[in-house]
Protein backbone atom coordinates (compact mmCIF):
# COMPACT_ATOMS: atom_id res chain seq x y z
CA UNK A 1 0.00 0.00 0.00
CA UNK A 2 1.74 3.25 -1.35
CA UNK A 3 1.67 5.94 1.60
CA UNK A 4 2.61 10.19 1.40
CA UNK A 5 2.51 11.79 4.71
CA UNK A 6 2.88 15.66 4.31
CA UNK A 7 4.18 17.88 7.04
CA UNK A 8 5.76 21.00 7.46
CA UNK A 9 2.59 23.22 7.17
CA UNK A 10 1.84 25.78 9.76
CA UNK A 11 1.09 29.71 10.10
CA UNK A 12 3.31 32.02 8.78
CA UNK A 13 4.03 35.54 7.85
CA UNK A 14 4.34 37.31 4.79
CA UNK A 15 7.72 37.49 3.78
CA UNK A 16 8.54 33.99 5.67
CA UNK A 17 9.42 30.57 5.04
CA UNK A 18 8.02 27.04 5.58
CA UNK A 19 9.93 23.67 4.69
CA UNK A 20 7.25 21.09 3.57
CA UNK A 21 8.20 17.16 3.79
CA UNK A 22 6.36 14.20 2.18
CA UNK A 23 7.25 10.85 3.28
CA UNK A 24 6.73 8.13 0.87
CA UNK A 25 5.99 4.66 1.38
CA UNK A 26 4.95 1.48 -0.36
CA UNK A 27 6.87 1.76 -3.54
CA UNK A 28 10.01 2.43 -4.87
CA UNK A 29 10.69 6.16 -4.06
CA UNK A 30 13.25 6.22 -6.85
CA UNK A 31 11.62 4.82 -9.93
CA UNK A 32 8.83 7.77 -9.97
CA UNK A 33 8.46 11.43 -10.15
CA UNK A 34 6.96 13.50 -6.57
CA UNK A 35 4.60 16.73 -7.11
CA UNK A 36 3.23 19.02 -5.62
CA UNK A 37 0.10 20.74 -5.66
CA UNK A 38 -1.73 23.06 -3.93
CA UNK A 39 -5.58 23.87 -3.14
CA UNK A 40 -7.10 26.96 -1.67
CA UNK A 41 -10.33 27.72 -0.70
CA UNK A 42 -12.88 28.08 -2.77
CA UNK A 43 -10.42 27.13 -5.85
CA UNK A 44 -9.14 24.07 -7.95
CA UNK A 45 -6.57 22.34 -7.15
CA UNK A 46 -3.22 23.70 -8.71
CA UNK A 47 0.18 22.64 -10.41
CA UNK A 48 3.01 24.11 -7.58
CA UNK A 49 6.09 22.31 -8.16
CA UNK A 50 7.65 18.28 -9.82
CA UNK A 51 10.76 16.40 -9.85
CA UNK A 52 12.08 13.84 -11.88
CA UNK A 53 13.30 10.59 -10.33
CA UNK A 54 16.39 11.35 -10.08
CA UNK A 55 16.15 14.71 -9.21
CA UNK A 56 17.85 15.93 -11.80
CA UNK A 57 14.71 17.65 -13.73
CA UNK A 58 12.70 20.19 -11.36
CA UNK A 59 9.69 21.97 -12.85
CA UNK A 60 7.53 25.10 -11.17
CA UNK A 61 4.41 27.22 -12.03
CA UNK A 62 5.37 30.65 -13.03
CA UNK A 63 3.48 31.49 -9.38
CA UNK A 64 6.10 30.43 -7.21
CA UNK A 65 9.59 30.46 -9.82
CA UNK A 66 11.98 31.78 -7.70
CA UNK A 67 10.92 31.51 -4.50
CA UNK A 68 10.56 27.73 -4.21
CA UNK A 69 12.41 25.09 -4.25
CA UNK A 70 11.52 21.23 -4.75
CA UNK A 71 14.49 18.28 -3.95
CA UNK A 72 13.98 15.20 -3.27
CA UNK A 73 16.05 12.75 -0.71
CA UNK A 74 15.85 9.05 -2.61
CA UNK A 75 17.68 7.77 0.49
CA UNK A 76 14.96 8.89 3.12
CA UNK A 77 12.34 8.50 0.58
CA UNK A 78 11.07 11.76 1.04
CA UNK A 79 10.26 14.83 -1.16
CA UNK A 80 10.76 18.87 -0.07
CA UNK A 81 9.39 21.97 -1.03
CA UNK A 82 11.16 24.77 0.78
CA UNK A 83 9.03 27.86 0.09
CA UNK A 84 10.74 31.14 0.69
CA UNK A 85 9.27 34.82 0.66
CA UNK A 86 5.88 33.76 1.19
CA UNK A 87 2.77 35.52 0.41
CA UNK A 88 -1.07 35.62 1.63
CA UNK A 89 -1.75 34.05 -1.93
CA UNK A 90 0.16 31.09 -1.04
CA UNK A 91 -2.18 29.82 1.55
CA UNK A 92 -3.88 26.72 0.47
CA UNK A 93 -3.65 23.25 1.15
CA UNK A 94 -0.25 21.58 0.09
CA UNK A 95 -0.72 17.78 -1.57
CA UNK A 96 2.15 16.15 -2.23
CA UNK A 97 2.07 13.03 -5.18
CA UNK A 98 3.85 10.56 -7.05
CA UNK A 99 3.76 9.64 -10.24
CA UNK A 100 5.22 9.53 -13.73
CA UNK A 101 4.62 13.23 -14.96
CA UNK A 102 5.41 17.06 -14.43
CA UNK A 103 2.59 19.30 -14.28
CA UNK A 104 -0.83 17.60 -14.80
CA UNK A 105 -2.61 16.17 -12.19
CA UNK A 106 -3.68 12.69 -13.82
CA UNK A 107 0.11 11.80 -14.33
CA UNK A 108 0.20 11.15 -10.96
CA UNK A 109 -1.46 8.13 -9.02
CA UNK A 110 -1.11 8.66 -5.19
CA UNK A 111 -1.37 11.33 -3.03
CA UNK A 112 -0.95 12.47 0.24
CA UNK A 113 -3.64 13.90 2.19
CA UNK A 114 -2.56 17.37 2.55
CA UNK A 115 -0.90 19.63 4.72
CA UNK A 116 -2.34 23.32 5.55
CA UNK A 117 -0.47 26.52 4.94
CA UNK A 118 -1.81 30.04 5.90
CA UNK A 119 0.26 32.83 5.07
CA UNK A 120 -0.86 36.26 7.57
CA UNK A 121 -0.62 39.62 6.15
Known amino acids: QVQLVESGGGLVQAGGSLRLSCAASGRTFSSYAMGWFRQAPGKEREFVAAISWSGGSTYYADSVKGRFTISRDNAKNTVYLQMNSLKPEDTAVYYC??????????????WGQGTQVTVSS
Open 97 to 110: ASGYGSSWEYEYDY
